[in-house]
């Protein structure tokens, strides 16, 4: 890989800038899911049956969807207009302590009813940072990149998934396995929250040693700016954020079927233990991270539109076999289902935020791509670990299957319909 002749930032600087930082928001997130289904019912939803203490907790989990355009429209409206490199570091800042406080609340039993609601701010707090993440780590990777490898420029974000997903997963797994369940459920869970400072620290530093893109200092130069970049998608752009939003939809649900979903229920009507199914998420997490860079290298020879319409009607057709993998508590057919899972989950994720970068021109593009992104979050992943397990309870697995085949065929045709026009970067 040569460097963009136009760029002044490093190779190394663009790619680990934009890694680094995902990662870290990503880490704090998972951390959230992880202890959304292993310890906050207990914790600061007692009293509810086990069911119903579950969904208290997972509506907490999608409290930060739900903020996550917030977070798009008020980070992506100065990144458009003072640049990249300010609006990645405050976005960081905004996860990394919201994180951390998380690791210091006190549960029910301490402060009653206070408890959860301080959860939930903390949450909502979360997922404002994360939705001005995403979009200027993407765009601080594809706008430093040459034209014909912005895919493979743009997966290196995505790679924060799963590697926070792996990190996330890997200290639940050590705290479970070197602590007792009466230990980890007092102090050990706060652990993870409060390590994440650490890596705060760490990608503050390195975003701080970032200048600008080439594109958004080009745009400036000529005077490309707008005032209210929302509002200026809104009236030119309504297309691309429409099908663009429904294009993504399925992205988030397959995810978050495989992670949140299935580590509730293989766990709850299953009988598989919690160590056991935090082993098969973290092994199928290696197939989401290893077709992250191979969608990204496909997706720069045929085109991004094109891979992600191959991914999605593969998604479509995975939603058939929920049942004949998960019925059971078999735990090989389990591991074969959530590898296959997160394998399709690395197809269409790697080229996605390319994708949705090249719908929006440089002066909205950061207000653009982060919205469609984060609407698509609202839809696909807000409440679908809720909205299966009530599946699941009530009608069968097979019925959560079906709703990821329809979000599926949703997200194909709107890849099919969406404007083609091209922008210069």
């Known amino acids: 890989m040569k460097n963009n002749p136009k760029q002044k930032n490093s190779l190394k600087h663009v790619l680990f800038g934009s890694l680094i930082g995902t990662?870290?928001?990503?880490?704090?997130?998972?951390i959230y899911a992880n202890a959304a289904v292993l310890v906050f019912p207990q914790l600061f939803f007692p009293g509810s049956d086990p069911t119903m203490a579950t969904l208290e907790s997972l509506a907490t989990?999608?409290?930060?969807?739900?903020?996550?355009?917030?977070?798009?429209?008020?980070?992506?409206?100065?990144?458009?207009?003072?640049?990249?490199?300010?609006?990645?570091?405050a976005a960081l800042l905004t996860m990394g302590i919201s994180t951390v406080t998380i690791g210091f609340l006190p549960g029910y039993a301490s402060i009653g009813v206070a408890a959860p609601l301080l959860l939930m701010l903390c949450r909502f707090g979360q997922g404002v940072g994360l939705g001005g993440e995403w979009g200027g780590a993407v765009l601080l990777a594809i706008e430093n990149a040459p034209p014909d490898k912005r895919a493979w420029y743009g997966m290196f974000p995505q790679l924060g998934a799963p590697i926070g997903l792996l990190l996330s997963g890997g200290t639940f797994l050590i705290l479970t396995d070197t602590m007792t369940n009466e230990n980890f459920m007092d102090y050990g869970w706060r652990i993870?929250?409060?390590?994440?400072?650490?890596?705060v620290v760490v990608g503050f530093y390195i975003r701080?040693?970032?200048?600008?893109?080439?594109?958004?200092?080009?745009?400036?130069?000529?005077?490309?700016?707008?005032?209210?970049?929302?509002?200026?998608?809104?009236?030119?752009?309504?297309?691309?954020?429409?099908?663009?939003?429904?294009?993504?939809?399925t992205t988030f649900l397959v995810f978050y079927l495989m992670t949140v979903f299935t580590?509730?229920?293989?766990t709850s009507d299953l009988g598989i233990t919690k160590r056991d199914a935090l082993l098969v998420q973290l092994f199928s997490v290696l197939f989401f991270a290893l077709f992250i860079p191979v969608s990204a290298v496909v997706a720069d020879k045929i085109g991004r539109r094109k891979m992600l319409v191959i991914a999605t009607t593969a998604i479509a057709l995975f939603g058939f076999l929920f049942s004949s993998f998960?019925?059971?508590?078999?735990?090989?057919?389990?591991?074969?289902?959530?590898?296959?899972?997160?394998?399709?989950?690395?197809?269409?994720?790697?080229?996605?935020?390319?994708?949705?970068?090249?719908?929006?021109?440089?002066?909205?593009?950061?207000?653009?791509?982060?919205?469609?992104?984060?609407m698509a979050g609202i839809l696909g992943a807000a409440f679908a670990p809720m909205i299966a397990i009530w599946l699941a309870s009530t009608y069968g697995l097979s019925y959560v299957g079906f709703y990821l085949t329809g979000a599926a065929l949703i997200s194909l045709v709107s890849f099919l319909v969406i404007s083609k026009d091209e922008h210069k970067f």
């Open 326 to 374: 998960l019925s059971k508590g078999n735990i090989i057919l389990i591991t074969t289902f959530a590898c296959t899972g997160m394998a399709l989950m690395g197809f269409t994720y790697g080229p996605l935020g390319t994708f949705l970068s090249e719908l929006f021109p440089t002066n909205v593009r950061y207000s653009g791509a982060s919205l469609t992104f984060n």
């Open 263 to 266: 580590l509730s229920w293989i």
């Open 208 to 249: 701080t040693k970032i200048t600008e893109t080439p594109s958004f200092e080009s745009a400036k130069k000529e005077k490309e700016e707008v005032k209210v970049p929302f509002l200026t998608l809104i009236k030119s752009y309504r297309n691309q954020l429409i099908f663009g939003t429904l294009a993504a939809v």
């Open 23 to 30: 990662t870290i928001e990503f880490f704090d997130f998972y």
């Open 192 to 199: 993870p929250f409060i390590a994440s400072s650490l890596l």
């Open 61 to 89: 989990f999608s409290i930060a969807f739900l903020s996550r355009p917030l977070g798009s429209a008020f980070f992506g409206h100065y990144g458009d207009k003072i640049g990249r490199k300010f609006t990645l570091v």
